[in-house]
């Protein structure tokens, strides 16, 4: 009779799941003892690290991951990422350890007192095997509520001594669960008539598009209207090529500022995003004047909550090939290019607009590009437009630290690809331990660190909110993120004039493995949203 462990590995190889991140501790340890040869377990020294490694490298495949975390302190360690992985959307297979069931009465050192409940909100669904027969029909529940949209985490909590027990006598039936829904016809049909009657519409696109594999039909129904196309406010994924006549820019979270940017269309239409993220809030109404709005979504939530217009639900992609394919096409002009930006001062101190422009004239388009350099991503996206499909990773839900080990993740789920990876020094430091993975899988990624000592989006959130930056705790000096780098295996190089920027970042294009960058740059502050 095979044991609950081998039944296990049986059942997450029939559905793909190999992978495995981790850093595993006492009570994980039985789950692991014959690991599968042909399953991958890549270690992280610690746990939010390991959470945003596995949501880079299951963001980029749109395949779920197992992600094996130490008991309750494991969990609280990987808690910030994780919301930041439930906010993307990310199929993740949680699994925490829990002390042996004999013991659980007693609340020895390693229980844990209310496991299912420890990582909520932020996970689809909580469990505890009642018994252990029952942990391979429970990975497979987590399996098909994680890739179903919106996909997501979940969590398992797995009692150390389950794993030696035999399994159930009766064998487990592998299971196949379609993942993508359709929208409603009749719903398709009112909101592609809605779109042909408006005046001017503008698209909205939201990362779902990306997640869905859907840029093409995006395109096609943008170019088929001659519709400005707009990014969503700090969304996760780029979700249309950034160097297409059609694209405006990203919007912002403000909701004043976004009334007027979009004041001339008369019809949003919002594919793949909330409506909206208005961070920084703002007052008034959501639209413009004299506007309305159609959200298409695959989230319940999202088409619930949203604040203005009407929703139609389903798969983004289904969606949109049936709009591109209803709507007529349009005899309208094709709308104003944007006007070239000028040329970049390339003086000193670097400016990021230079810094990205020549990062531009130098990556590989193919690439993939993290960001987490938020006072930054406008200068990012104007200098390096996104042209590529899962070419673009950014968490913009207010916790830091997810930047370097997503980008870890998503080299190593597609080892032949470069990765840049821009991070403020402050957010690096956070995270600082996936160098190491990146270093013992020689990860083909650039860390490219703005150095400001010093949160610079808070002094300029500051700013924005009009109580200044002369807080406590909003300065980081002293920190020499080279010697930090090379102390995880990670050869590092410290710009401090323009003219070593070049050749700095030719050599880590170049490199076999990873390599970080310690870019000194202006510390000037700029309004927040500019």
């Keep these: ?11 997450l190889r029939a559905h793909g ?6 850093n595993p501790g006492f009570t994980e340890l039985p789950f692991l003892t014959d690991f599968p040869a042909d399953f991958t377990y890549y270690l992280g020294l610690q ?22 975390l130490h008991n309750a302190p494991g969990v609280g360690n990987a808690m910030g990422n994780l ?38 909100p932020y996970v689809k669904w909580s469990y505890e095997p009642q018994r ?13 509520i994680a890739c179903q949209e919106p996909q997501g985490p979940v969590f398992l909590v797995l009692p150390v001594d389950d794993w030696e027990r035999e399994a159930d006598p009766l064998p487990l039936v592998i299971r196949r669960v379609s993942t993508r829904v359709a929208p409603d016809p009749q719903a398709l049909a009112s909101a592609a008539g809605r779109i042909a009657a408006a005046r001017n519409p503008c698209l909205i696109a939201g990362a779902a598009i990306d997640r869905a594999g859907a840029w093409d039909e995006m395109v096609a129904l943008a170019e088929k209207l001659r519709a400005a196309v707009y990014g969503a406010p700090a969304a996760s994924r780029a979700a249309f090529p950034e160097n297409h006549r059609l694209f405006r820019g990203a919007l912002v979270f403000d909701r004043e500022l976004l009334r007027h940017w979009l004041e001339d269309h008369d019809l949003l239409v919002v594919v793949g995003a909330a409506v909206f993220d208005f961070d920084m809030g703002g007052m008034g109404p959501v639209l413009p004047e004299d506007s309305d709005l159609l959200l298409f979504t695959d989230d319940p939530e999202e088409a619930a909550r949203a604040p203005a217009g009407d929703a139609v639900l389903g ?40 810094l990205f422009a020549l990062l531009e004239e130098l990556r590989p388009k193919d690439g993939a590009v993290v960001l987490e350099a938020s006072s930054h991503a406008s200068a990012m996206h104007m200098r390096m437009p996104i042209t590529v499909p899962r070419g673009f990773f950014y968490a913009g839900v207010g916790g830091i630290g997810n930047g370097l080990p997503t980008a870890v993740g998503v080299q190593l789920a597609q080892p032949d690809r470069r990765v840049i990876c ?52 909003l300065d980081t000096p002293g920190v020499d993120l080279v010697k930090l780098a090379e102390g995880f295996g990670v050869p590092g190089i ?37």
């Design 1 to 11: 009779m095979p044991t609950v462990r081998q039944r296990t590995y049986d059942m």
């Design 17 to 22: 799941v190999t992978t495995f991140f981790g």
């Design 47 to 68: 746990e939010a690290a390991v959470v945003s490694m596995a949501d880079g490298y299951a963001g980029v495949t749109g395949m779920p991951v197992v992600v094996n």
């Design 83 to 120: 919301k930041t992985a439930f906010h993307n959307k990310t199929p993740l297979i949680i699994t925490c350890g829990q002390q042996r069931r004999d013991m659980c009465l007693y609340e020895p050192g390693f229980y844990n007192r209310d496991a299912r409940d420890l990582p909520k």
């Design 132 to 144: 252990a027969q029952d942990i391979p029909a429970a990975f497979q529940r987590a399996i098909h």
């Design 315 to 354: 798969n983004v992609k289904l969606a949109l090939t049936t709009l591109a394919q209803a709507v007529p096409e349009t005899t309208a002009t094709w709308p104003q290019t944007t006007p070239n930006m000028p040329t970049p001062a390339t003086g000193d101190p670097i400016q990021p607009h230079a």
């Design 422 to 473: 821009a991070t403020g020094d402050g957010a690096m430091l956070y995270t600082l331990q996936a160098l190491w993975t990146a270093a013992q899988h020689q990860a083909r990624i650039v860390v490219v660190v703005l150095d400001n000592a010093g949160y610079a989006v808070l002094k300029e959130s500051g700013d924005y909110l009009g109580v200044g930056h002369d807080q406590p705790g």
């Design 494 to 530: 410290r710009v401090e004039q323009y003219a070593g920027l070049r050749s700095a970042f030719e050599q880590a294009l170049a490199a076999d493995g990873p390599m970080l960058l310690s870019v000194r740059v202006d510390p000037t502050l700029r309004p927040l949203l500019s």
